[in-house]
């Protein structure tokens, strides 16, 4: 008895310190997004035909003063919850836009938009706004949408798409494959560009169904008249089965780099990226 109670005590030790962390985790993501310290880091995505750098994703880093680095897939649901994600899409929208300008409007940049962002009527001005103030033309600017975002509302969302695509943005389906398992979406919304989710990836070997799967969605995609991104790619032999089997216009993965600062977005955008280091540093989060 004495023993079990002790492994009571442990347990709920364990759980206030979690609530606690969490209850701190959210009153510091508050405070981060109003005083503007969190940062915005680019992944490069590459042209599969010529190896260059044609644009890059805009990747929200929360660096913690006192845990490091926080994954988004942790704070961005929080901001969500919180109600605050419009603060820190609005910051990440301003940050991509201005470090496009800075790169000489060369390298396109794409921007993940959550669901609330997808039901805010102010969106489409907001961005027209950064672009007007940093002088970037639209068509620079691409947007991010998962599947589940655009079911949560879809009239709102189609109607949040339409504005941005009538602009002259590019509009993006992300981790294709994933979210939801009717494609009727596609030939409704206002989309672009499909990037399929590592998940199809990870696995792809020369005789394997995956390859097979890969190439009948990019053949499906290419039908609807939309562009490809295959997401994840990570080693030289998934490149060269990409190259060889699957038409996919684009790739971005670690082969190729991790998100990094825009100093070094700028600094790689005219080599030949087939010569850039295969492994991230440290887990794909920049310094
Ligand atoms: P995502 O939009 O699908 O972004 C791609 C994620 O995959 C990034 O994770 C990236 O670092 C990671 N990744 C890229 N290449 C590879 C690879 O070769 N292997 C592996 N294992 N992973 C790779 P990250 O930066 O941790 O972001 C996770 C998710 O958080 C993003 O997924 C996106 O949904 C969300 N997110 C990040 N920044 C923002 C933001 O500013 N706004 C919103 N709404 N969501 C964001
Ligand atoms: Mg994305
Ligand atoms: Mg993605
Ligand atoms: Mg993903």
Known sequence: ??????????????MDQS???KQRLKSDLRRAIAEGT???AYQ??????????????????????EYGPISPAEFIP????MGLISDLTQNVVEQAIKDCSLWGSRIAVSINLSSHDLQNMDMADIIRSALLRHNVEPEMIEVEVTEGAIITDREATGGVLQSLKAMGLQVAID?????????????DLPVTKVKIDRSFITD???????????RGIVQMT???GLSVTIEGLETREQFALINRWIGAEYVQGFLYGAATTAENIAKNFDIEMVQLPVKPRNGGIAA
Not at 55 to 65: D, F, K, T, V
């Open 1 to 14: 008895k004495k023993d079990s109670q002790k492994h009571w005590a442990v347990f709920v030790e364990t």
């Open 19 to 21: 609530f606690r962390s």
């Open 38 to 40: 969190l940062s915005v």
């Open 44 to 65: 490069p995505i590459i042209n599969v035909r010529t190896l260059r750098m044609v644009g890059c994703e805009a990747l929200s880093r929360w660096n913690h003063p």
């Open 78 to 81: 929080m901001a969500e919850e």
């Open 175 to 187: 981790d294709f494959g994933t979210g939801y398992s009717s494609l009727s979406y596609l030939k």
């Open 204 to 214: 792809i070997t020369e005789e394997g169904r995956s390859l097979k799967l890969l």
């Open 222 to 224: 290419h039908e609807l």
